[in-house]
């Protein structure tokens, strides 16, 4: 992956992914999508997808709630 690609806020990025950006396992994930709680996610065929922008963002929220 480029550098480019890294700073694209649109990329559309797997499960793994994001639990690499939000150092969460897979599961805490779903579960966290299956109460309504986490990044917005969309499904494309039987896969997950993430918009980098709204994970990113999801993170920003999060962090504003816990101060």
């Known amino acids: 992956m480029s550098r480019e690609s890294d ?3 649109d990329d559309l990025l ?3 992914e994001v639990a690499r950006i939000t150092r969460l396992s897979e599961s805490s994930l779903r579960w966290l999508r299956h109460q309504g709680r986490g ?3 969309f499904k ?5 997808r993430y ?3 709204a994970v990113l963002e999801w ?3 999060y962090e504003q ?3």
């Open 39 to 41: 990044p917005a996610a």
């Open 14 to 16: 797997l499960i793994d």
């Open 59 to 61: 993170l920003r929220q």
């Open 65 to 67: 709630a816990q101060q």
């Open 44 to 48: 494309v065929g039987r896969r997950l």
């Open 7 to 9: 700073e694209n806020h």
């Open 51 to 53: 918009r980098r922008s």
